[in-house]
Each structure stands twice: as structure tokens, then as C-alpha cells.
């Protein structure tokens, strides 16, 4: 039953009937609303026995989830941005060692210039540290994903991030379904984990591991992370004879007499399904699961595809898109031309007017920045002691 | 079970314990059925201070947790040499994560025990002094304050010695490091009184802190079973001397620990809810250069006819043991 409330009580109130034992917690916006709603369900006992540790940074919240799940307890916590950077080393360090923690991103642009809104930037730059991202494309997605989240981490023993656009998705109220706590008992058995420290069964866990072997263990732990897509799918379809609700890896609309294609991540599903059904011949790929990447799902269903139109809520400086480099990759061979757009950063709505123009646009570059202003780029130009140096460079 | 099988180290009373002391009072370390819970097979260097203190710290703890003991451990010297894969030498559940989070990870473990109804499994961690006192402050000074069930133990060494031996914020003052090197006027590490953790610790009102050297084994044992008697963030802070980068002789380890505490240079003292309610008075002080010559690390001092940074540092001590009251 869908009641009306904010999406991150949601996904707070989804997180608590996974029964997690360990939530560490720094706050960080806009995921604050998700952690102040457990710490008071933990506090009021509801999900007892569970342990709210308020720390002192981001790094130290992953630190103290990577003992958690190694102690063997179910380990939740969430982060943004500057947070999710400021946690990187412990990141690499989770997935490495196996720990089965699941994480909310309540993605926000990275500074500077700081901002505290939406875009992808953060969870994009941390896309290679061996953990599994899925990207909601809406706020129920935002909910179930969780769920399958924690199921997806423990069977595989890797930790999964469940990235959801900051305000957009978080601070949206909507009518939402959080499955009862029967339905995820029902889908998620308790956590049985891999290894864990226990005095009657002493484990080394975090050895330091040589050119002899560690060429080894990284391809384990890849092929680990590649079993991922298969097994998504796999619990995706249990998840859906519980609830109702199926997820894929990769979703599609209106793709099967598309000539273009839109691909994207997270919150820009419903402007883009918007978009397809306002012009013919235009259809929308959406990656939930990001990492790993769903290459030859994505190549097939974007195999009919003359253009293809990568839209991304960050970038690489330096190089381009980061999302059109991998489907790129999984399209090599094809005919298909592929652009990027840039659009959404630092909390710039994506609107359709915009799409709608560079959808029928005569032609596209590679890379367009959508909805640049140009009056402010102009003028910034004009001031700037370094353009001089940015002409020798368009010279050579 | 007798215990007099011939593998006590020493008849002398100060060290571990040999046939002529009674068992109740001989060190965990003479105990032949002690845990050894960091095992020979290891690969640290002749005379490494903090693998003879690790064991003793381990051994002790174990014992004082019925054996339900789980042990976290931050990059470093002790970590690498321990655990090369596919070896390890650790006789307990052990974790390494990272270089500046071990306090952290310790918390996530006591914090998941508890949450599973297990608190009579102990929690301890325990990593050098670059990974304490300088890159994992942060995380440390979180689990004080939070009141986390964990003991933390600081073997420290004085410098980065498992990168090759650079500055940490506990070098002493004139100590040569690889980036303090032993020229100009002020040669060696800049004067001041470094990091002083077990000062910033009791600033926390933790329910225990204390500090120990590898040099005395009865006081050491005596503070890990003083501290595991305690619930909450306790604080060990060991000072464990390093012939590589002290550039003192493998055979000197124990010898140099005890000089730096007679010298008053390391006050051994214990406290509890931020008041200091002990302290191990010198018998037999030493002037520091006693202490200070068999350190190549400290050569410098020694060139200099007017001696001038020994007399600076001879009064460091003479202020410290004022402080502590350890004359």
C-alpha cells in the first residue's frame, strides 16, 4: 500500500526492516534525513537490537562499518559528495576485503566551487572501487533497490552502493510502498557472512598480499563484481513475485522503433519517458546497475540504435563522459553514433523544452553542455589573465 | 600443571620470571601455555621492540579476556611483518583495514559484539605512533569520546620506521630522521615536545590510560590486565625502541627502554577518569646522555663540544619527572 511521505523516511523506514545491527552515521546533506530517521528508530529500540554510532567523519562511518560487518553484524550507512570522497581509501578498502555493507548516496555535486545540490559527480568518481552501484531512477525504485541491495551484497560479499539523485529523489514526498517487514523477511535471510572474527575460529583478515598473488586476488574480486548482473536479475525476479515490483539491470522504453536513444542514470527517467512519448523515433535506456557495467545487456538493447545520446549528471575534465566511454565500449563495431550531453550539475534541472531541442536538433557535437549560459561563460572569459594561455593551446 | 620446564627467560626478578619466582607472580610471558598470539615465524627485525611488546600485550590481554579476544590492527611495521600472504602469525581473530582507522574499525567491531549480545568477546586494537598519534587522531580521539569498549594500544617507536624512518609527531625533540636530517643550526627534529597522546588521552576523561616500555614486562602485563578490567576507551601507549631507526644495536631494545624511563625522558604512569592515580618512580636515575648515546639517531648531540641541545634536553626531563613526581 502507497502512503504519502518524504522519500528518505522511506528509505529509512525500507533500511530498518532489513534488521541492520551496526548503522554508523556523519551527517552530510542531502542524506541527513535518512540517518536522523534510523538514529530515532534505533533510539525509540524499534529495530533492536541495532547500535547508532554518531561519528566523527565519513571515513571514520565506513571504518566502523567495515569492523561491523567483519564482527558479523548487517551494516547501513549513507553519504554524499564531499562525504563519499572524504571516505574513498575506506571504500577500496570495503570492497577489497569483501564487506558486505550496503550505502546510500543521496548524490550531490563534488567542490569546489562547493554546492550542495544535485549531480552525479560524486558516485561517478568513485565508480572503479570495487563496489556494486545501482542507480534509482525513481523514489520506489529509491525504496526497493535497498532491499535488494543488502541481498545482492550478502550473497556476493561485496558492499553496494544505492545511489539516488540528492533532493530531487530525497527530499521528494510522493506516494511510495515500503514493503512490510513480513515481505523483506520473506526475501532476506539473516546475514550469514563469508568470513568474520570470532575467537573460537581465529581469521586473518587484511593480510598484506605481494606481486606473487595479488594480480590473483584482484581478478577473483572482478569476477566476483561481474557475477553481480546475473545475480541482480536472479533476486530481482524473486523481489518481484514478493512484491509486484521488478527491477532489471539496464530498463527500457520505447526502444524497439527508436532510431535515437537516450541513455541515463538515476532521477531524469521520468523527463526523458516524457521526452520519447512526446517525439517518434526517440527511446530511453536507463542503467540502474552501473557496477558493474551490463555491457552486452546494454549492447542489445541498443542494438536498432542509428544515435545514441549519453546523458550525464557529471563529467570527466579532461576527457568527456564518463557513462559514454563504457556504452561506447559496449556499442564498438555498431553504426551508431554517440554524443554526450552534459546537463543537471550542481542542482540545474533537466528540462524537457532542453532535451526536446537537442533531440531534433540538425546536428549534435560530441559534447554539449546543456543549458550553458553563455552570457556568464563570455563574460568570465573576458576577465580571465588565463585565456591567453587557453589561445597557444587551441594553436598547437 | 608445573610450569618449570626450563622456558623462562630469566632467574632475575625484573624480567620475566624464572624458577625462583612463584608462578602467581611471574610475567604471562613466562607462562609456557601462554597464548604466544603473535607466533614466531614473523618477519620483523632483530631486536624490534614492538613485536616483543605486540606479544606481550596480546598474550596479556587474551588471557585477561578468558581467551575472547578479537585484535585490530593499523598499516605499519607490525602488520606487515606479520601477516606476508599467505602467512600470518597471528594466534587470534585479527583485521587490518587501513593505515589511519583502526580506532574506527575497533568501534564497528565492539559496536557489532554488542549489538549480538557478545560482549564478553574484548575488542583491541592497536598500531604505531604515526598511525595514533598523527594520521588516526581523528578516529582515536572519536572513540574516547564516544565511550567505545575498546583498548587501544600505541607502540611507538618515535618515527615512521616501516617507511623509512621519517618524522612522525612523536619524534623526540633533535632526533635525526630521514626528513629531519642532522644539519644546520637546529639539527634534527625541531625542539618542542612533540605529540603528547597519553596527555591528550587523560584530556578525554577515558577510564583508563596508561604508559609502559618493552622494558619492563610486570608493569606492562600489569597495565593491559589493569586495563581489560575496565569497560569503555581505554589508552596503552608503549614505548618500543627500534634499532633501524634509532641506530642502536638489536641487543639494546630492553636496555634503551628502561634508560629512556630512569633518564625521565618517558614517564611511566597510570590513570584513571582523566587523573593520573600512579606513577613508576626512578630508582636509579641517568643523566639523558646515557640514554641518548647509544642512539646513532642522537650522534649529533654529542659533536657539538659546547653540548648544547643535551643540556635542553636534559632539562625536558628534569621538567617531566617535576611533573609526574617520578623522583
Excluded at chain 1, 15 to 29: E, K, L, N
Excluded at chain 2, 205 to 211: F, M, Q, R
Excluded at chain 2, 214 to 237: C, F, Q, S, T
Amino acid at each position: 500500500m502507497r502512503s504519502q511521505r518524504e522519500a528518505s523516511r522511506a528509505v529509512a523506514e525500507v533500511v530498518g526492516r532489513c534488521r541492520p545491527q551496526v548503522v554508523p552515521a556523519y551527517p552530510i546533506t542531502p542524506q541527513t534525513h535518512i540517518v536522523e530517521a534510523l538514529g530515532a528508530m534505533i533510539r525509540a529500540g524499534t529495530l533492536s537490537p541495532c547500535v547508532f554510532l554518531t561519528v566523527e567523519s565519513e571515513f571514520a562511518a565506513m571504518s566502523a562499518a567495515i569492523g561491523a560487518s567483519f564482527a558479523g553484524s548487517r551494516t547501513y550507512t549513507a553519504t554524499a559528495s564531499q562525504g563519499l570522497l572524504y571516505m574513498a581509501e575506506a571504500l577500496f578498502n570495503a570492497s577489497g576485503l569483501g564487506a558486505p555493507i550496503v550505502m546510500t548516496v543521496a548524490n550531490r555535486a563534488v567542490g569546489a566551487p562547493i554546492n550542495i545540490w544535485n549531480d552525479q559527480s560524486d558516485a561517478m568518481s568513485l565508480r572503479d572501487c570495487g563496489w556494486i552501484q545501482l542507480y534509482a531512477p525513481d523514489n520506489q525504485a529509491a525504496v526497493d533497490l535497498h532491499v535488494l541491495a543488502f541481498r545482492v551484497a550478502e550473497a556476493l560479499s561485496l558492499p553496494v552502493m544505492v545511489c539516488m539523485d540528492g533532493f530531487v529523489l530525497t527530499h521528494a514526498f510522493e506516494p511510495l510502498a515500503v514493503p512490510t517487514q513480513a515481505q523483506v523477511d520473506n526475501f532476506l535471510p539473516p546475514f550469514r557472512p563469508r568470513q568474520v572474527l570470532d575467537p573460537g575460529d581465529p581469521v586473518t583478515i587484511g593480510a598484506m598480499v605481494g606481486p606473487e598473488a595479488f594480480t590473483e586476488v584482484k581478478y577473483l574480486s572482478a569476477q566476483r563484481l561481474d557475477a553481480a548482473v546475473n545475480v541482480f536479475e536472479w533476486f530481482a525476479q524473486e523481489y518481484a513475485e514478493i512484491t509486484g515490483r521488478r527491477y532489471h539491470a539496464v530498463e527500457s522504453y520505447r526502444i524497439e522503433h527508436a532510431d535515437t536513444v537516450v541513455v541515463a542514470l538515476g532521477s531524469a527517467a521520468g523527463t526523458l519517458y516524457e521526452l520519447a512519448d512526446a517525439v517518434p523515433g526517440v527511446g530511453v535506456l536507463l542503467i540502474t546497475m552501473y557496477r558493474p557495467f551490463p555491457a552486452r545487456v546494454v549492447r542489445g538493447l541498443l542494438a536498432a540504435a542509428r544515435r545514441i545520446i549519453v546523458l550525464e549528471r557529471a563529467f570527466a575534465p579532461g576527457a568527456g563522459g564518463i557513462v559514454t566511454a563504457d556504452v561506447r565500449a559496449a556499442v564498438a563495431g555498431t553504426s551508431a553514433m554517440v554524443h554526450t550531453v552534459i546537463g543537471g550539475l550542481g542542482g540545474r534541472p533537466i528540462r524537457l523544452a532542453s532535451l526536446h531541442a537537442v533531440v531534433t536538433a540538425d546536428a549534435l557535437p560530441d559534447i554539449h553542455f546543456l543549458d550553458l549560459r553563455e552570457d556568464v561563460v563570455r563574460r568570465e572569459w573576458e576577465r580571465d589573465p588565463t585565456v591567453s594561455a587557453m589561445e597557444v593551446r587551441h594553436v598547437h | 600443571m608445573s610450569t618449570d620446564n626450563g622456558r623462562s627467560l630469566s632467574l632475575a626478578t625484573r624480567t620475566a620470571g624464572g624458577r625462583l619466582v612463584p608462578p602467581a607472580q611471574r610475567a604471562e610471558q613466562a607462562n609456557p601455555h601462554r597464548r604466544n598470539a603473535l607466533t614466531s615465524g614473523h618477519r620483523a627485525c632483530q631486536g624490534c621492540g614492538v613485536a616483543l611488546a605486540a606479544r606481550a600485550v596480546v598474550d596479556a590481554a587474551y588471557r585477561a579476556s578468558g581467551g575472547k579476544l578479537v585484535v585490530v590492527t593499523a598499516t605499519g611495521c607490525l602488520e606487515v611483518f606479520s601477516t606476508p600472504y599467505p602467512e600470518s602469525a597471528w594466534r587470534v581473530p585479527w583485521l587490518h583495514s587501513l593505515f589511519a582507522n583502526a580506532a574506527s574499525v575497533a568501534s564497528g567491531v565492539a559496536a557489532a559484539l554488542y549489538a549480538q549480545g557478545r560482549e564478553d568477546v574484548r575488542v583491541l586494537a592497536q598500531g604505531g605512533d604515526g598511525a595514533t598519534v598523527d594520521i588516526g587522531l581523528a578516529c582515536l580521539s572519536g572513540m574516547f569520546e564516544r565511550g567505545d569498549d575498546v583498548l587501544y594500544v600505541c607502540y611507538d617507536n618515535e618515527a615512521y620506521m616501516n617507511t623509512g624512518i621519517q618524522r612522525s609527531g612523536a619524534t623526540p625533540p633533535y632526533a635525526r630522521t630521514a626528513t629531519t636530517e642532522a644539519v644546520g643550526g637546529e639539527p634534527g627534529n625541531p625542539p618542542g615536545t612533540g605529540k603528547d597522546l597519553p596527555r591528550i588521552a587523560l584530556a578525554h576523561s577515558i577510564p583508563y590510560v596508561a604508559t609502559a616500555t618493552i622494558g619492563d614486562i610486570h608493569d606492562l602485563e600489569a597495565k593491559v590486565v589493569n586495563a581489560m578490567g575496565v569497560r569503555g576507551p581505554r589508552y596503552l601507549h608503549v614505548l618500543t625502541p627500534c634499532p633501524l631507526g634509532w641506530g642502536s644495536g638489536p641487543a639494546e631494545t630492553i636496555a634503551l627502554a628502561r634508560l629512556a624511563q630512569r633518564s625521565g625522558l618517558f614517564p611511566v604512569f597510570e590513570a584513571r577518569d582523566g587523573d593520573i592515580t600512579s606513577v613508576l618512580p626512578i630508582r636509579r636515575p641517568v643523566p639523558v646522555e646515557e640514554y641518548l648515546r647509544p642512539q646513532r639517531r642522537f650522534a649529533h648531540l654529542f659533536a657539538d663540544p659546547d653540548r648544547r641541545l643535551l643540556t635542553r634536553l636534559q632539562e625536558f626531563a628534569d621538567s617531566t619527572k617535576a611533573r609526574y613526581g617520578l623522583m
